[in-house]
């Protein structure tokens, strides 16, 4: 039973340009959520997925957006990339029970 | 706004001995408390949780405990092991909020030898 998947594992992105992450949920889950994790800190919520909408958000400007498609998995998009937005983007996927599964996260670097 | 403060940042203990992570939460209608584990490269891996309904929650050699009046929760390992070395994150989230979690800034733990 495959966990949760993310892709690319690592890329390199420069200043302005616009970025995809793709995800795939642990089997028989059907909610994703994305998280943000600055080196050295704590992952910080940016929004989750349930049903193919957005169901909460965190404090994360509109350039951050996400997607979510009928088999459960789920983009993250980020346009008009800032330095700032170096980080791990940790995929996590739940079913009912709320226990969240995360992935080995994409890390992006932003020159 | 909702918070998680977590100490210490850094512990060393030798192995065999105990360790203690503890972290006050602000919210307080959170009422999930799960704890994960951070290994370097990797996504952080639940290793316990626990719901306001309890006060303590035993698996093995972890241990957490919950103490809602305060609105302070700790992780307890026992007997720690160079494998236990690695980033332990606490989170907090209400059920009824979809279980967004608001993660502490994480303790580096390190067993030594």
């Known amino acids: 039973d495959a966990g949760v998947t993310q892709s690319p594992t690592h890329l390199i992105k420069t200043r302005g340009q616009q970025v995809t992450l793709r995800c795939s949920p642990k089997s028989g889950h059907d909610t994703v959520s994305w998280y943000q994790q600055a080196l050295g800190q704590g992952p910080q919520f940016i929004f989750q997925?349930?049903?193919?909408?957005?169901?909460q958000r965190g404090n994360f400007p509109d350039r951050f957006s996400g997607h979510q498609f009928p088999n459960y998995s789920s983009e993250l998009n980020v346009n008009a990339l800032l330095l700032g937005d170096s980080a791990l983007y940790l995929c996590?996927?739940?079913?009912?029970?709320?226990?969240?599964?995360f992935g080995e996260g994409s890390r992006l670097t932003v020159l | 706004g909702e918070n998680v403060e977590q100490h210490p940042s850094t512990l060393s203990v030798q192995e065999g001995d105990s360790a203690v992570i503890k972290c006050t939460y602000s919210?307080?209608?959170?009422?999930?408390f799960p704890w994960y584990k951070q290994e370097l490269g990797k996504g952080p891996q639940l290793i316990i949780d626990i719901r306001s309904n309890v006060g303590e929650k035993k698996d093995q050699r972890i241990a957490v405990t919950l103490n809602k009046t305060a609105k302070h929760f700790s992780l307890h390992i026992t007997e720690t092991q160079p494998e236990d070395s690695a980033v332990y994150f606490c989170a907090a989230s209400r059920v009824d909020s979809s279980y967004k979690l608001i993660f502490g800034s994480g303790t580096r733990l390190l067993v030594r030898p």
């Open positions: 919210d307080s209608a959170s009422n999930y």
């Open positions: 996590a996927s739940s079913w009912n029970t709320g226990e969240l599964f």
């Open positions: 997925y349930y049903e193919e909408e957005e169901r």
